[in-house]
């Protein structure tokens, strides 16, 4: 006799307890591997079978570089305006709008202080879901006030990059950033408190022309797209074939424009560890 019998014919379960499967219990890799997604968190985010470094916000890498995710975020309330009254396909401040809705964020970069194993670090991580990471005025500031903060109180500063660069609808306000941020940055230098810059996927555009690529050590994940314009554009302004794996990190490692490429489950030793060698301090 078999172990399950069915003694009532039909379906019988009320339709108030039927359980749909939850999303997001798989994630699928653009090499086409399955991951569950609680082994994924884990694993820092990354795919264990392909090493695929999987897109993530400010919570994540706060989470991952912070001890025990204890910090005091920076200028939180701080939002944009839509000064110029752009619209394109929808007015810019509904854009504003919806993307705080969506995100539960104010704007495209939060900034936050607290302790990485056991010493004290100023952290700007962009969140890419924010209209693409996009820089305006806000994202300017906000890196400005931070590198404040790190001059006024002598910690370490950390720029983490995920961007598709200069934010439109905000013209000459969102171009104005670039230098608005680098001459912190020099400021930070010439006060001589170390700056890494760590490059995510994608860093691009104005982001790349400016503080990305700025730090005392330049770092990235493994795969990030790292680059100015895009590679269409590149190829269409030079008439040239591009090179295979142009814009990767691995790339742009070989050409001299990073340091190095760290993987997300060694990134808080290794970020404290160039941290502690620049400041010639003893090696946590």
Request: charged letters at 30%; hydrophobic letters at 40%.
């Amino acid at each position: 006799m078999a172990w399950f019998k069915r003694t009532e014919k039909g379906i019988t379960t009320a339709t108030e307890d039927k359980k749909d499967v939850p999303k997001g219990l798989w994630y699928k890799s653009p090499t086409g591997k399955i991951v569950d997604a609680d082994e994924l968190a884990r694993n820092f985010y990354v795919s264990p079978e392909d090493g695929y470094h999987v897109r993530i916000g400010s919570k994540e890498y706060f989470n991952i570089l912070f001890d025990d995710n204890e910090f005091k975020e920076l200028d939180k309330d701080i939002t944009s305006k839509d000064t110029l009254k752009f619209v394109d396909t929808k007015k810019y401040g509904d854009r504003l709008k919806d993307a705080m809705e969506k995100t539960k964020l104010k704007d495209a970069v939060r900034t936050a202080v607290g302790k990485s194993k056991g010493k004290d670090i100023v952290i700007a991580c962009m969140d890419f879901a924010f209209i693409g990471g996009s820089m305006g005025a806000v994202v300017g500031e906000k890196i400005a006030r931070a590198i404040d903060h790190s001059i006024k109180n002598r910690i370490p500063f950390l720029m983490i990059s995920k961007s598709g660069g200069a934010r439109m609808m905000e013209a000459a306000y969102s171009l104005m950033q670039l230098a608005k941020t680098s001459a912190k940055l020099a400021q930070l230098a010439d006060a001589g408190i170390p700056y890494i810059s760590l490059c995510t996927d994608p860093t691009t555009g104005g982001t790349t022309a400016s503080y990305a690529m700025l730090g005392d050590v330049n770092i990235s994940e493994p795969g990030a797209l790292i680059g100015f314009a895009g590679p269409r554009v590149v190829k269409d302004t030079t008439g040239k074939e591009l090179p295979e794996g142009f814009q990767t990190a691995e790339f742009v490692l070989e050409h001299g424009f990073l340091d190095f490429i760290t993987p997300r489950k060694e990134l808080k030793d290794k970020i404290n560890l160039y941290l502690d060698l620049i400041q010639n301090g003893p090696i946590r």
